[in-house]
């Protein structure tokens, strides 16, 4: 199996910051989006939360020795806006700042390659409280969010994700209501939405390659589902999917 990937193939983990950093109220972060719904009856397993999560925001050393004990030689990781603009725009969190700075020499100290990801579903909830993805400024607060981040650790980041998962944003975050922020909007405000996300991703590539202080890669981790037309399977093809 192994002979198979490219000898370039790179193994690595991933993660997201709301479901392993914990600390939600520590060193001047703000409120996040699934801060507020996780607290909502009814969202989540048990009532449970990310305040503590897998404490990662304290133990990240830990975590990567981890990492290396795996044998992993990347690592997929979000920054959380709310820690970097605790009020999604304005001033710069310099602590939030500090941290993802400190995991990034920790990774390559390491020799495993940072793949950073700017969103990963959790913005500050005082944005979602104007409108979130609705608000046609979102993708541009997003962009400068983007912009300071690249600043700050492109001398030693050369991987960049812009979002995570567009279609869950849209549709499971806006229109089904099965991820925060919970919302059911019509179809039109929907639509609206996802015009919103490839436009952020769009900003966010061009604060990538208008900032990034050594060659970068830059693209987005979306979840793509293949469709195979019904006519080209054969019989014996539909019925083992039906079995």
Known sequence: MADSFPKNFIWGCATSSYQIEGAAWEDGRGECVWDWYSRLPGKTVNGDTGDTACDHYHRFKEDVQLLKDLGVKAYRFSVAWPRIFPTGHGKVNAKGLDFYSQLVDELIKNDIQPFLGFYHW??????????????????????DYASVVVKHLS???????????PPCIAYDGYELGRLAPGAKEPPKVVNQIVHHVLLAHGLGVQAVR???????QVGLAHNLGVK??????SKEQRAKRKS
Do not use: C
Not at 159 to 165: A, D, F, G, K, V
Not at 210 to 216: E, G, M, Q
């Open 210 to 216: 208008a900032h990034a202080k050594s060659p970068a």
């Open 155 to 165: 001398d030693r980041v050369t991987h960049w994700i812009t979002l995570n998962e």
């Open 228 to 233: 195979v037309p019904y006519m080209m399977e």
């Open 122 to 143: 959790d913005h500050p909830n005082v944005l979602e409280q104007k409108g979130g993805w609705r608000n046609r400024d979102f993708p541009y607060m997003f962009a």
